[in-house]
Structures are given as C-alpha cells and as structure tokens.
C-alpha cells in the first residue's frame, strides 16, 4: 500500500475494508475494530466508524485539532479486528505521511 499523505492540521478520513485472501469482504459484524498510528513514543487513536460492517467497510478519522499535534514524519498505522474468543487479526501495517501545512 502506498503512502496516504495528509497535511498537518487536516481532518483524517481514510475508508478501509477488511478483505480475506482472495479479496472478497469479510464480515466484520459484532467485531471489536480499532486503529491506531504510532512512531516511537508519538501514539494516536483513530476514531472507527462502521459504514457496512457486514461488507468489512469501515472509516478511520481523526479530527484536524488531533493532527494538529502530529508529528511531521512517517507514522505507522494498522486496524485490528477483534472476533471476540480470543480471535484476533491486523491489517497490513501502512503508513500515513503526515506534511507541514503551508496555509495557517
């Protein structure tokens, strides 16, 4: 996956659906979805909103006053889905490439 770039002061809105091997959705229905991004001691919580859970669609936000006191840098980040008893599964690790804003 490339780098989603996001300027510094910016809202965070980025739709992810959980696929299985061959592609297709996975429902995601009663699972527990988090998100976070993380460099070194820097951790921030994505909000996580359900758009079609049983099509694994959902959308990662942050608000631009959160960004606001990111870091500029490339910041890891991943989704996790909690099955509940004990199954537990990550998305691909990806990147967001937080840029100074130009414009105050």
Known sequence: MADIEIKRGDTLSLDVTRVDGAGAPVDCTGH???AQAKLGAFAATLTVTAINAALGQF?????????ATWPVARISADV???QGGSVIRRSETFVLKVVQEITT
């Open 59 to 67: 959308r990662l936000s942050a608000t631009a006053a959160a960004t």
């Open 32 to 34: 527990t979805v988090t």
């Open 80 to 82: 996790k889905y909690d």
